[in-house]
């Protein structure tokens, strides 16, 4: 299991990159979508363990993992 936090500039990003990974990529796990000052994060907890080449794909910046 891998735990990691993307940071986007605004929710519809955030919401799209949701539905990217969970739809397209079929990412399964735990997933929070939260505001964090002026920009929105969203926090993986993933069922399998993520390598880098998977966590190159993500289109936000990662902030923790």
Known sequence: MRSIA????N?????EEFKR???K???TGEF???PAADKW????VAER???EATVAK???RVIEG
């Open 32 to 34: 929070g979508i939260k």
């Open 6 to 9: 993307l940071e986007y500039d």
């Open 58 to 60: 993500f289109r936000g």
């Open 41 to 44: 994060r969203l926090e993986i």
């Open 25 to 27: 990529m079929g990412l």
């Open 21 to 23: 990974l969970t739809q």
């Open 49 to 51: 363990d993520l390598g």
């Open 11 to 15: 929710e519809s990003d955030v919401r």
